[in-house]
């Protein structure tokens, strides 16, 4: 099984706080449509066959096209939303939307394509804390967004939210998750506010135009998070990640167990067992590569070592743990012997748990993610 990634880099506007790859002017928006078309006809031997399990429209802002043309290019991918292998459920076709997209007439639209499953970048559900990152849609306007998917029959359906924003307090951290459980969705994405170099955020802060983001409260914020997901019946299946049972992102998980994926567009990453390839984050170079039929990216062979690291990095973020000897094992990595006693002083410390051969984090351990990861690493 596989998964494809589409990366739309066109924003209404840049929020304060982002580096992903987007470009707030639209002039490129048909031009772009007709080069990853192009894309799609370079790279149809990418997965080797393997059947498409997944397929994500993340950004940028999907939602900025109509649902028609999103649906013309889901129609070059695959041929129906069903999946090869008959018996097996629908493929599991994500497309990201910002919440001032999404009004009576999208959602209409939105019925004549394959999608079955969105991702709204809501992060806060008050517009003092949505005016000080930028983002181009209000609080009322977020709400209304999930009613109208809910009334159209979408019950597949997940939230962004930014917790440690200097703008928001214990009060409104909690109102926030409240909103969100009582909208009724079952999946709930949350991270913590990072301060990227060369962002207007980093600048803001530096200039003291908006207060620095506070530890403290990211700590209290995400520990909240934690204990109000868990009453609410949401299980934190990734550190930033919380369903209600069953209903995981498929796509996401695959990039954690490691399974191929091909990502389109400028910037998207593909990996495809073996080999990691970063598409450029050049539109007009990206658009001229691929008229010109020539996907410009660069590429590295992952090493075992380098494979071993990733594995341990994802996993550990996850429920299922991470299988350290098993992986070792798998790889044919020799100096288990150091990495493994680092494992067990975390155990004594309580920020790892032990069970069948597999760690855990924590509670107490998932505040401290990276840091354990890297001190796993070769
Ligand atoms: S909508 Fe998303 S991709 Fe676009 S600027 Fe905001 S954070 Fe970045």
Redesign the pocket.
């Known amino acids: 099984m596989a998964g494809i990634y589409i990366h739309i880099p066109f924003?209404r506007?840049?929020?304060h706080?982002?580096n992903?790859f987007?470009l707030a002017s639209e002039k490129l928006k048909v031009p772009f449509i007709a080069a990853l078309k192009k894309e799609i006809e370079l790279t149809r031997a990418y997965l080797g066959g393997e059947p498409v399990n997944t397929i994500y429209f993340g950004?940028?802002?999907p939602s900025v096209y109509e649902p028609a043309v999103l649906q013309e290019i889901l129609e070059l991918l695959i041929s129906s939303p069903s999946p090869v292998k008959e018996g097996n459920e629908q493929r599991e076709i994500t497309l990201e939307l910002?919440p001032e997209d999404v009004t009576e007439s999208y959602v209409d639209a939105l019925k004549k394509t394959w999608f079955n499953r969105f991702s709204l970048?809501i992060q806060s559900f008050f517009d003092e804390d949505l005016v000080s990152l930028n983002?181009?849609h209000s609080a009322e306007q977020a709400k209304k967004a999930v009613a109208l998917l809910l009334q159209a029959g979408y019950d597949n359906i997940s939230i962004d939210l930014i917790y440690g924003i200097p703008t928001s307090t214990p009060e409104r951290w909690m109102k926030n998750l409240e909103t969100a459980f009582s909208l009724g969705v079952p999946h709930i994405s949350a991270y913590a506010l990072t301060v990227e170099a060369k962002t207007p955020l980093a600048w803001m802060i530096g200039k003291q135009k908006m207060p620095p983001v506070s530890d403290e409260m990211q700590v209290d914020q995400f520990k909240t998070l934690m204990i109000e997901t868990l009453q609410n019946g949401y299980l934190q299946y990734e550190i930033s990640n919380f369903c209600k049972p069953g209903r995981h992102a498929v796509h996401n998980t695959s990039y954690w167990n490691g399974i191929p994926y091909l990502g389109l567009g400028p910037s998207a990453h593909s990996y495809d067992g073996t080999s990691r390839r970063w598409n450029i984050s050049n539109l007009s170079k990206y658009i001229e590569g691929v008229e010109n039929g020539e996907r410009l990216f660069e590429e590295e062979t992952l090493t075992a070592e380098q494979k071993y690291n990733e594995y341990v990095m994802t996993s550990l973020r996850t429920m299922w743990g991470c299988e350290l000897e098993r992986k070792i094992y798998e790889l044919r990595i020799t100096n288990y012997e150091l990495i493994k006693p680092r494992a067990d002083a975390f155990v004594l410390e309580g920020l790892l748990r032990k069970h069948d051969g597999v760690y855990f984090l924590t509670d107490e351990g998932k505040l401290f993610a990276d840091r354990i990861a890297s001190e796993l690493f070769i």
């Open positions: 924003c506007r840049k929020c706080y982002c992903f987007s950004g940028g802002t910002n970048g983002r181009s």
